[in-house]
């Protein structure tokens, strides 16, 4: 995905990596949702949703 973004020539501002229950409280992706929200970040990629 780094290289994905990369070619494309977009500036990766955050990565994050969680592994848990769908139902657990998860710091990081709060943090990235409010990014999103605040439009410090245009664009999200993630490689799956289960796992």
Known sequence: MRDY???RGW???MQVKEVGSG???RQLREKLL?????R???VVL???LDS
């Open 40 to 42: 410090e970040i245009d």
């Open 11 to 13: 500036i990766i501002s």
């Open 23 to 25: 139902a657990s409280q």
């Open 5 to 7: 973004a990369v070619r």
């Open 46 to 48: 993630l490689w799956r």
């Open 34 to 38: 409010e990014a999103a929200r605040c």
